[in-house]
């Protein structure tokens, strides 16, 4: 029985310890089955003279079928690591998925198809020279993680699953790009990602993949259009910034109307609020305020006469209220 070529990702440290033990296993079951079928030659070498053979000749052809039938014993024996999954076939058609642990596999009926890794898995897809729906060309570069979810899909319905799994990420890449612009592509990754995700999933899984997740890592775009964007961009934040601006402002002023329709209604109200801004006045700095009846000359020579004093030293000038 012929062993399974083993496809895909190399395996590191913790298979090739598991590997280790399967050769290990193997070598010992040879050596046990080549020394017992060994000392079963000394009863076969009077067959000789019965065949009228060479007695020289008898040795090689019992070593010849000593090593043949001990490499097959041997080659019986496997032991799977937790992440991989065995194809077992009888007489050609399916038989079963094995799992992780040891297993004996009789020779001639039974035979190993194919021995698959169930790990997450992440292949880079790129769609190069792809026009987006405003004619620009771009080069896209995507991230994809799948994993074999059945065994026997992914090793009897396609030859390779792989392949087919990028081919079908890189054809779902191209379609995507085809439908947006170049500005959409470059501002809403994630909710593209979802869709190449269901998109991709959908169609694996006829292959026996779960694709888990989708990421666009790179989007080559030509350096002229993108500073356009982002100039385009800059142009549409500023415009929203003043068009928020006038809303405060329109906010503000309907709220001084309301206030002003109150502070009418009530002459106390508008007393109240003319001491408020007097007080507010005499709260800055190297400020002062003058309080006079109406039409007082009193008062108003005084505060003339304090204005005069302040232009004169140069300091602030106060403020006359009547």
């Known amino acids: 029985m012929q062993t399974p070529t083993y496809t895909g990702f190399h395996r590191r440290a913790s298979y090739q310890s598991t590997k280790k033990v399967q050769t290990f296993i193997r070598s010992a079951i040879f050596i046990l089955t080549a020394a017992v079928l060994a000392l079963l030659s000394f009863p076969l070498a009077r067959l000789s003279y019965f065949f009228f053979l060479e007695p020289s000749i008898l040795p090689i052809i019992y070593a010849f079928l000593v090593l043949w039938v001990s490499s097959i014993i041997s080659k019986m024996f496997y032991i799977l690591p937790e992440w991989e999954k065995m194809i077992l076939l009888r007489l050609g058609k399916f038989h079963s998925v094995k799992g992780a642990g040891f297993f004996i596999i009789p020779p001639f009926i039974y035979s190993v198809a194919n021995i698959l890794d169930t790990r997450i898995e992440t292949q880079q897809v790129e769609a190069t020279n792809t026009l987006t729906s ?119 002023a309907e709220k001084l109307s309301e206030a002003s329709q109150i502070l009418e209604k009530d002459r106390f109200g508008m007393r109240l609020r003319e001491l408020q801004i007097l007080n507010e ?42």
């Open 134 to 252: 405003d004619n620009v060309p771009i080069k896209v570069t995507a991230a994809v993680e799948f994993k074999v979810e059945d065994a026997r899909k992914a090793a009897i319905d396609v030859k390779n699953y792989r392949q087919s799994v990028i081919w079908l990420a890189t054809e779902a890449l191209k379609n995507t790009i085809g439908s947006l612009n170049l500005r959409n592509l470059l501002s809403d990754r994630e909710r593209i990602s979802n869709d190449l995700k269901q998109q991709i999933d959908a169609d694996a899984e006829i292959y026996g993949i779960d694709v888990r997740a989708v990421r666009i890592t790179d989007v080559d775009a030509p350096s002229t259009l993108v500073e356009e964007l982002a100039v385009i961009a800059r142009e549409e934040r500023a415009a929203k910034a003043k068009q928020i601006q006038a809303e405060a402002e329109i906010q503000v």
């Open 281 to 322: 006045m005499s709260k800055e700095e190297s400020s002062m305020v003058i309080v006079y009846p109406y039409g007082d000359r009193v008062g108003q020579e005084i505060a003339n006469a304090n204005t005069k004093i302040k232009s004169q030293t140069g300091k602030n000038t106060p403020n006359p209220v009547k």
